[in-house]
């Protein structure tokens, strides 16, 4: 079955140190997005990536990284300058269409909840 | 700024109920809007699309529409059953990548 896989399911940092999250899809999906999920908020836009090789930053993008290697794989990286990290992370991916974005569902991976040692 | 705030937060209801899920955005230029449905400790699994040259979509016993005059949204769910009890997301975007989520409405639907 075509899907997004996040990994891990539960990850923890300790003070001073980058970790990555793992999103891997099988859906040929060219765009994919990193979202934040903080409670009683709404998800947050961390990067997004429209074709290998290429991403822009979000509205949260300070304290982040990307990379864009292969069209399947989008890892984000929360380094040590993100001080409060602690937040339930999404993975999405999507069909772009060459025009105005946006006109093609979401789909979502089932996240990965980071915490602080 | 693009603000989306839905109406209920929070919502109980007894099985068998129709109800409506509210989405408002603080600029109407909405061009794509999209409904969501969350799970505790999941992630998000699409329930509606209306893309920009729509009004409405429907799905079973769900049903979505948009005023884009106004930017305000409705979810429509009939016949509610326990099932259904999750968080509803709604979130639009005005022509780029870029969708801007609403905080949610919890549901719950008791047996």
């Known amino acids: 079955d075509g899907g997004i896989t996040q990994s891990p399911k539960y990850l923890f940092r300790k003070e001073g140190q980058n970790v990555t999250l793992s999103c891997e899809q099988n859906?040929?999906?060219?765009?994919m997005y990193w979202y934040r999920q903080d409670p009683g908020q709404g998800l947050r836009l961390i990067y997004y990536s429209q074709i290998v090789n290429d991403f822009q930053k979000g509205d949260i993008a300070e304290g982040y990284s990307v990379s864009r290697e292969k069209k399947e794989s989008f890892p984000l990286t929360v380094t040590s300058a993100q001080k409060n990290p602690t937040a339930f992370y999404l993975c999405a991916s999507s069909i772009t269409t060459g025009g105005y974005g946006g006109n093609q569902p979401q789909h979502f991976g089932d996240g990965t909840r980071l915490s602080i040692l | 700024k693009q603000e989306v705030t839905q109406i209920p937060a929070a919502l109980s209801v007894p099985e068998g109920e129709n109800l409506v899920l509210n989405c408002s955005f603080t600029?109407?230029?909405?061009?794509?809007l999209q409904w969501f449905r969350q799970d505790p400790g999941k992630g998000l699994t699409s329930l509606l699309l209306?893309?920009?040259?729509?009004r409405e979509q429907t799905s079973g016993r769900l049903n979505a529409s948009l005023d884009k005059s106004s930017g305000r949204s409705t979810l429509y769910i009939a016949a509610s059953q326990p099932g259904d009890s999750a968080t509803y997301l709604c979130a639009g975007t005005s022509g780029t990548y870029k969708y801007i989520f609403g905080t949610g409405t919890r549901l719950k639907v008791l047996a």
């Open positions: 859906l040929n999906h060219d765009a």
């Open positions: 600029d109407s230029a909405i061009y794509n």
């Open positions: 209306i893309q920009s040259s729509q």
